[in-house]
């Protein structure tokens, strides 16, 4: 029930184009979804997040569109751009209830974009 | 402001030895939580701590342990060495725990296990 599924594992995209990266939960305590950059031979960092009470988030070109009822949120990168490439990890934890909770995280997309 | 700190960056130990890492976090900031990085497995949960307690662990066996010390630091120990311990290890800092706020992640110590 803590498990978040990400894919696709990989993704190789043109300058300009549109990446999307798709995560889907089973735990419907979940209620903070943040999704974190990471490039090589540094620590994740937080890029976006969302919380289920909107369907949509954006900052920039990276808009995080959720659907509760499908248990499934995305990124989606606008204009790919070669400084893009790194590796992204979904992620998500609840904020109030019984459990004790900690943040559980996608198993990473690493994307290219191509110039 | 200074961000998360990780000593050392770099391990090589082998079989059966036992290793200590640390990470200092941003000030202020007074939970700390640490993962293991692997390419097949990806970010995985080892424990919490806030305020000195260890609020939370993961599915990891009792050879990996960790404790907070009253200015926030956090030590983690691994004792017998078995290769699969090869991993980056991340540590992460945020005001409040359960990863409800920014967790902000160190550079990470990278474990070599020979």
């Known amino acids: 029930q803590q498990q978040v599924k990400q894919s696709p594992q990989s993704l190789i995209v043109q300058k300009g184009g549109i990446s999307i990266i798709n995560c889907a939960y089973e735990?419907?305590?979940?209620?903070?979804f943040p999704w974190y950059q990471q490039f090589p031979g540094k620590g994740p960092a937080l890029l976006i997040a969302?919380?289920?009470?909107?369907s949509e988030k954006k900052e920039g070109r990276f808009t995080i569109s959720f659907n509760k009822s499908a248990k499934q949120f995305s990124l989606h990168i606008m204009d790919s751009q070669p400084g893009d490439s790194a590796t992204y990890f979904c992620?998500?934890?609840?904020?109030?209830?019984?459990?004790?909770?900690?943040?559980?995280f996608g198993k990473g997309t690493k994307l290219s974009v191509i110039p | 402001k200074a961000g998360v700190t990780q000593t050392p960056r770099y391990l090589i130990k082998t079989r059966g030895q036992q290793v200590t890492l640390s990470c200092s976090p941003i000030?202020?900031?007074?939970?700390v939580s640490w993962y293991q990085q692997t390419p097949g497995q990806g970010l995985q949960f080892l424990f919490e701590?806030?305020?000195?307690?260890?609020?939370n662990k993961g599915n990891f066996p009792g050879r990996f342990s960790g404790r907070q010390f009253s200015n926030s630091r956090s030590e983690m120990n691994v004792s017998t060495l078995e290769l699969g311990d090869s991993a980056l290890y991340l540590c992460?800092?945020?005001?409040?725990?359960?990863?409800?706020?920014?967790?902000?992640f160190g550079p990470g110590t990278r474990l070599t296990v020979l």
């Open positions: 992620a998500a934890t609840a904020s109030s209830g019984a459990g004790s909770y900690q943040l559980t």
């Open positions: 000030s202020g900031h007074r939970s």
């Open positions: 969302i919380r289920p009470d909107v």
């Open positions: 735990n419907t305590a979940f209620d903070y």
């Open positions: 992460a800092s945020s005001l409040t725990p359960g990863g409800r706020d920014t967790q902000y």
């Open positions: 701590y806030f305020s000195e307690t260890q609020r």
